[in-house]
């Protein structure tokens, strides 16, 4: 992987957001991002197909940089109900009105996390599709408070 820093620099837009996808920063790459300053500034950060698992996740949603994004896309990772628990809990992401979560295997309990969460309550677009989320996930989102606000949800139970 290429120097961290010179790659943030080179795909931060004008637009505040920062497209990391398909870099595979792994959870190493993912927890020296959260530690940039620069974070602060990115209001939409895309880091699908990084194999981030959990931990990384863990890392990135404990980043008291990451306050001002409104879109966290981490589609195609390796996240599983524990990472799912983590962004639920964030007190980091009240912000956050897009998350995508698809192609992940987060299933019926981390579809719970997300549908119990104080902190999401600002989401209207939430994609889990291909999560593996299940029946009882998908009842648990349909049935959760942040429901409501959601205009774009993609939900699949398997």
Same mark, same amino acid.
């Given at each position: 992987?290429?120097?961290?820093?010179?790659?943030?620099?080179?795909?931060?837009?004008?637009?505040?957001?920062?497209? +990391?996808?398909? *870099?595979?920063?792994?959870?190493?790459?993912? *927890?020296?991002? @959260?530690?940039? &300053? $620069?974070?602060?500034?990115?209001?939409?950060? &895309?880091?699908?197909?990084?194999? $981030?698992?959990?931990?990384?996740?863990?890392?990135?949603?404990?980043?008291? =940089? $990451?306050?001002?994004?409104?879109?966290?896309?981490?589609?195609?990772?390796?996240?599983?109900? !524990?990472?799912?628990? @983590?962004?639920?809990?964030?007190? *980091?992401?009240?912000?956050?009105?897009?998350? !995508?979560?698809?192609?992940?295997?987060?299933?019926?309990?981390? @579809?719970? *996390?997300?549908?119990?969460?104080?902190? +999401?309550?600002? +989401?209207?677009?939430?994609?889990?599709?291909?999560?593996? $989320?299940?029946?009882?996930?998908?009842?648990? !989102?349909?049935?959760?408070?942040? =429901?409501?606000?959601?205009?774009?949800?993609?939900?699949?139970?398997?």
């Amino acid at each position: 992987m290429e120097n961290l820093e010179e790659l943030v620099q080179r795909s931060l837009q004008e637009n505040q957001m920062l497209d +990391l996808e398909k *870099h595979n920063l792994g959870d190493a790459g993912v *927890h020296k991002l @959260a530690q940039m &300053e $620069i974070l602060s500034t990115v209001k939409r950060l &895309e880091l699908g197909d990084n194999e $981030i698992t959990d931990i990384g996740v863990a890392a990135l949603v404990n980043s008291p =940089y $990451i306050s001002n994004l409104k879109l966290l896309n981490l589609k195609s990772n390796k996240l599983t109900a !524990i990472g799912t628990q @983590a962004i639920a809990r964030s007190p *980091h992401l009240s912000k956050l009105d897009s998350l !995508i979560l698809k192609f992940n295997d987060i299933g019926e309990e981390g @579809a719970r *996390h997300i549908a119990a969460s104080e902190t +999401l309550l600002s +989401l209207t677009t939430l994609d889990l599709f291909r999560s593996r $989320i299940g029946k009882e996930g998908t009842l648990a !989102i349909k049935r959760s408070p942040l =429901y409501k606000n959601l205009s774009r949800v993609r939900l699949s139970e398997v």
